[in-house]
């Protein structure tokens, strides 16, 4: 089994930044991809980016330029830099890990863009 915790999830104002980051515990793969995708209430889940263990990166074209997707392979951690952020931006935010064919889902932290 495989556990993922976000943090890092808040309020903040239109123009401001936050940090998200996820842990992973459990059976853990090498190859992997993690990433990161919201929702916001009446919307459908939509990715916002991933990153591969090789350190390969695709974001969703409504964020390109403002988040930055890492992860420390060592460490297990995937984060997400988010700047310039958007009323828009408001949603849950969800950590995913994909591994041996399996996909695994972090609780969700909140993020709350608002003046």
């Known amino acids: 089994q495989v556990q993922l915790v976000e943090s890092g999830g808040g309020l903040v104002q239109p123009g401001g930044s936050l940090r998200l980051s996820c842990a992973t515990s459990g059976t853990i793969f090498s190859i992997n991809i993690m990433g990161w995708y919201r929702q916001a209430p009446g919307k459908q889940r939509e990715l916002v980016a991933t990153i591969s263990n090789n350190g390969h990166t695709n974001y969703a074209d409504s964020v390109k330029g403002r988040f930055t997707i890492s992860n420390d392979n060592a460490k297990n951690t995937v984060d997400l830099q988010m700047n310039s952020l958007k009323v828009e931006d408001t949603a849950v935010y969800y950590c995913?890990?994909?591994?041996?064919?399996?996909?695994?889902w972090g609780q969700g932290t909140q993020v709350t863009v608002s003046s």
């Open positions: 995913q890990r994909v591994q041996s064919g399996r996909t695994y």
